[in-house]
């Protein structure tokens, strides 16, 4: 979470909600107008006290303004991303989208060389998992059952068991993975 961005999203949109300029908003706040303007563009990151008089003007709670913007439009390059977990050319997993407030879910995407294998002990009560073949052969196995997903294939299981994902074709095998809890 990027509580200077949060921050910057939140009070442009709710500024711009209640129909209010910056400079009656600084009359509102006793903020200045310049200030708010860097805090809208996340130039600026307020103390506690301007806070405090923002959300006093505005008539909000301080979580209005720094929980995670749900409207936001989100764009994942994937030159932009970084593996969460990797296993020396084995393997890497990239967290695509994080649980944000009231979402119950985690997208990923799992790249396997060829021959090679990432096993997980489990999510915990309650999960599950689809997956998707992007490209490759996976033989899924979970609970002594194996599973074999065919490229462009999806299949969705309770996902609290230890379970391992192999590459059995020639080529690197991509996955997108929901994980829903």
Do not use: C
């Not at 706040?29 to 130039?43: A, C, F, H, N, P």
């Not at 505005?58 to 593996?83: A, S």
């Not at 119950?104 to 998707?132: A, L």
């Not at 052969?137 to 074999?148: A, N, P, S, T």
């Amino acid at each position: 979470m990027d509580l200077q961005r949060n921050i910057a999203w939140n009070l442009k949109k709710i500024r711009q909600q209640q129909n209010i300029s910056l400079d009656m908003l600084s009359e509102q706040t006793g903020v200045s107008k310049s200030m708010l303007g860097q805090i809208e563009r996340g130039e600026a990151n307020p103390s506690i006290g301007v806070l405090g008089k923002i959300t006093r003007g505005l008539h909000i709670e301080l979580q209005e303004l720094t929980k995670e913007p749900q409207n936001e439009m989100v764009l994942q390059r994937k030159e932009d991303l970084r593996p969460v977990k990797e296993g020396r050319s084995q393997y890497q997993i990239f967290n695509l989208f994080s649980p944000e407030e009231k979402q119950h879910f985690e997208i990923y995407q799992v790249e396997i060389m060829p021959g090679q294998r990432y096993s997980s002990s489990g999510h915990g009560m309650h999960t599950r998992e689809y997956v998707m073949v992007s490209q490759g052969q996976l033989r899924l196995e979970v609970d002594d059952k194996v599973y074999e997903v065919g490229e462009k294939d999806s299949l969705r299981f309770d996902s609290d068991k230890f379970h391992t994902y192999v590459n059995v074709g020639e080529d690197m095998l991509v996955l997108h993975i929901v994980l829903t809890f």
